[in-house]
């Protein structure tokens, strides 16, 4: 199961906290699913598109950590997937 089919099925933390869609049927929800999984990776790949361009002078890209000394690109390469659960569950409560 991906993750966003997870965060569409399982409660929230608070869910009190964020008005939620209940879909009508089993389709509508894979539906929401597939959508929020789709801007998801959408999301993160713009992110690393961004991450990957060179040259940026004085930022981050393939040829150093520019100004950057506690940053360098592995590490933004791992932040902006680490964001993919976040993104989804965004596309889901909208």
Not at 34 to 43: E, F, N, S, V, Y
Not at 57 to 84: F, I, K, N, T
Request: net charge positive; glycine share 4%.
């Amino acid at each position: 199961m991906s993750r966003c089919a997870t965060l569409a099925i399982s409660p929230l933390t608070n869910p009190s906290a964020v008005p939620r869609f209940e879909p009508a049927t089993p389709h509508d929800t894979r539906a929401r699913i597939a959508r929020a999984t789709a801007l998801a990776d959408g999301a993160v790949q713009a992110l690393v598109d961004e991450a990957l361009l060179t040259p940026k002078p004085a930022l981050v890209d393939q040829r150093g950590p520019g100004a950057h000394h506690d940053l360098d690109l592995g590490r933004l390469l791992r932040s902006a997937r680490a964001l993919r659960a976040a993104f989804c569950a965004m596309a889901l409560a909208a």
